[in-house]
C-alpha cells in the first residue's frame, strides 16, 4: 500500500484512531443512531412535501456511513473498501459515490499516535535508520497508513504503520458493522453483507501480521521474477527488514499512478494493462496456486515512463489446492463454451452444487456461468466496454440463487471470485480492449504441462464462441 506519485492530491483528516473496545464500540453504536436519526428525519420531510421516499438508501445517510467508516478504520473500513470495488449498477448512486471516499483513503493518526506506534515497534531509536522520514503520511486505508522515507544507501522507501488497536478489534468490528447497517437497511440485500464480513475477517487477520505480509510478499517476488512471456514486465518491491516488524513494514518504493490514472491515457496502455491484470490473475491461480487475493486497486501502481505494472501490498494471500484448481479450469472452459452439462458436472464436483438442486437454481446458475465465460469464448479481442450490460445480469441471477442455493460455495472460492471479479471490473473501468481466450488458451496449456486441467483441449473446449447476450 502506497501512494502514486502522480495521482490526486491526498488529503485526509488527522484523527485519532479509537483503540479500545469501548470507544469502538460507542464509535458503532453513534454510527447506528445517527443513520437511524438521518432516515427517519429523511423520511419526514419528503412526507412534507409530497414526495416518495426512494429505493435503497439516501445520500446523507451513505455519506454518514463512508465518514465513519474512514474515522474508525480497522475491519469497518476494508468492508467498506470491499464493498467500493463492487459494480455500479450493484449500489444505489448515493452509497457508490460515497465509498468512492472510503477508498480513496482512510483519517490519518495525528503525529503524537503515530509516533508512539514506531517507537513501541521499531524502539526509541528507529528515526536513526533512516536518512530521511515524512510525517506526513502519503496514503491511510483499513489497517494503518504510509509514509515516505528513505534509507541512508539513497533508496526510497514506502513505510506502513498499524493502526493501534485494530488487530484486536477485528472480530468485533465487523459484527458490530453487519449489526447496524442490517437494523438501518443501509445496504441492499444483493451484496450477501454476512458472506463478505466473513471474508473481511479472515483476510484482516491475516493482514494484521505483517511478518506473514513480508514473507508473502519475498515469496510472490520470486514467482514473478521467474514467469515468462508476461504481457508487461512486473515489479514486486523488495521488504526492508531493518524497518519492519510485527505491526510496521518497509519496502522499497514503487513508482507510478493508480488505475483511476490509467483509466484516462490512451487505448493502446488501456488494453496493455487490463490484458497484464487478467493474465497475472489466471497466473495465480493456474501456474502458482498462489493468489494476492484482495482486488483494491490502490495495489495496482502503472508506470508510464517504463510501461511497468507495480504491485504492492500482500497482506490477504492464500494458496489453492491442485484439485480445486484442477476442476476450476475445466469449469471455465465449459462456461466460455456455454456448456451446460460440463458446468452442471463440475459444479456439483466442486461443492457449488449438491445436485438436488430445482430447474430454477440450475437455470440461474448456467446462465451467470455462461455470462462470465463470454470474455474467455471471445476470439480475438474482447472489448470491456460493453461488458456492463453482462455484469448487470449476473446481478441479477446472484438474487436467484440466494433464495434456491442449497449448499454455500466451496470456501475458495469466496476470496477467488472477488479477485477475478475486480481484474473484469478493472478492464471495465479501463474500457480495456483484451485478448481473453488466448489468454485463457495459453493458461491451459500451461497448466496442463503441469498436470493440471487434464481432459482439457484449450481449442476444443472454445471452438463454439458464446453470443455477447
Request: glycine share 8%.
Amino acid at each position: 500500500m502506497q501512494a502514486s506519485t502522480s495521482a490526486r492530491v491526498f488529503a485526509p483528516k488527522e484523527r485519532a484512531v479509537p483503540s479500545s473496545a469501548i470507544g469502538r464500540a460507542l464509535g458503532f453504536a453513534g454510527l447506528g443512531a445517527s443513520l437511524a436519526f438521518g432516515a427517519a428525519r429523511e423520511s419526514v420531510s419528503r412526507a412534507f412535501r409530497g414526495e416518495q421516499a426512494p429505493a435503497g438508501v439516501s445520500e446523507a445517510n451513505a455519506e454518514r456511513l463512508a465518514e465513519a467508516l474512514c474515522r474508525m478504520r480497522g475491519a469497518a473500513l476494508k468492508l467498506g473498501q470491499m464493498l467500493s470495488i463492487q459494480d455500479d449498477a450493484m449500489l444505489p448512486p448515493g452509497l457508490q459515490a460515497a465509498l468512492e471516499r472510503v477508498r480513496a483513503g482512510a483519517d490519518v493518526m495525528p503525529r503524537k499516535q503515530l509516533e508512539q506506534a514506531l517507537t513501541s515497534e521499531l524502539g526509541p531509536n528507529w528515526r536513526s535508520r533512516l536518512a530521511d522520514f515524512d510525517p506526513q503520511p502519503v496514503a491511510a486505508a483499513s489497517i494503518g497508513q504510509v509514509h515516505r522515507g528513505r534509507l541512508h544507501d539513497g533508496r526510497a522507501v514506502a513505510i506502513k504503520v498499524q493502526y493501534p488497536g485494530v488487530a484486536k478489534s477485528i472480530e468485533s468490528d465487523v459484527d458490530n458493522l453487519v449489526r447496524v447497517v442490517k437494523y438501518t437497511s443501509v445496504l441492499p440485500s444483493t451484496l450477501f453483507v454476512g458472506q463478505l464480513s466473513r471474508v473481511a475477517k479472515r483476510e484482516l487477520a491475516l493482514e494484521c501480521d505483517f511478518r506473514h505480509e513480508a514473507a508473502a510478499q519475498a515469496r510472490y517476488k520470486r514467482l514473478v521474477e521467474g514467469a515468462e512471456d508476461l504481457p508487461l514486465p512486473l515489479r514486486v518491491p523488495a521488504v526492508v527488514p531493518e524497518l519492519s516488524g510485527d505491526a510496521v513494514i518497509a519496502t522499497e518504493w514503487v513508482p507510478g499512478v493508480h488505475l483511476d490514472r490509467v483509466a484516462e491515457l490512451d487505448q493502446a496502455t488501456r488494453d496493455a494493462v487490463g490484458t497484464a491484470l487478467l493474465d497475472l490473475t489466471l497466473r495465480e491461480l493456474a501456474d502458482w496456486r498462489f493468489m494476492q487475493t484482495d482486488p483494491n486497486w490502490g495495489n495496482l501502481l502503472f508506470d508510464p515512463a517504463t510501461h511497468t505494472l507495480g504491485l504492492i501490498d500482500f497482506g490477504a494471500c492464500r494458496d489453492f489446492p491442485d484439485d480445486f484448481v484442477h476442476e476450476y479450469l475445466q469449469m471455465v472452459a465449459a462456461c466460455a463454451a456455454r456448456d451446460r452439462e460440463g458446468m452442471i458436472r463440475h459444479s456439483v464436483a466442486m461443492g457449488f452444487l449438491t445436485g438436488e438442486e430445482d430447474n430454477v437454481m440450475l437455470d440461474a446458475h448456467c446462465e451467470t456461468g455462461a455470462v462470465v465465460g463470454v470474455p474467455f469464448g471471445t476470439p480475438g479481442l474482447y472489448d470491456f466496454a460493453t461488458h456492463s450490460a453482462l455484469t448487470k445480469r449476473v446481478t441479477e441471477l446472484g438474487a436467484v440463487m440466494l433464495k434456491h442455493r442449497l449448499t454455500p460455495p466451496p470456501e475458495e472460492s469466496y476470496s477467488l471470485h472477488r479477485k477475478l471479479s475486480g481484474a473484469f471490473l478493472a478492464c471495465i473501468k479501463l474500457k480495456a480492449r483484451v485478448p481473453c481466450q488466448e489468454i485463457f488458451q495459453k493458461t491451459l496449456r500451461r497448466a496442463r504441462q503441469q498436470g493440471l486441467g487434464a481432459g482439457v483441449q484449450a481449442g476444443d473446449a472454445l471452438k463454439t464462441p458464446p453470443t455477447s447476450s
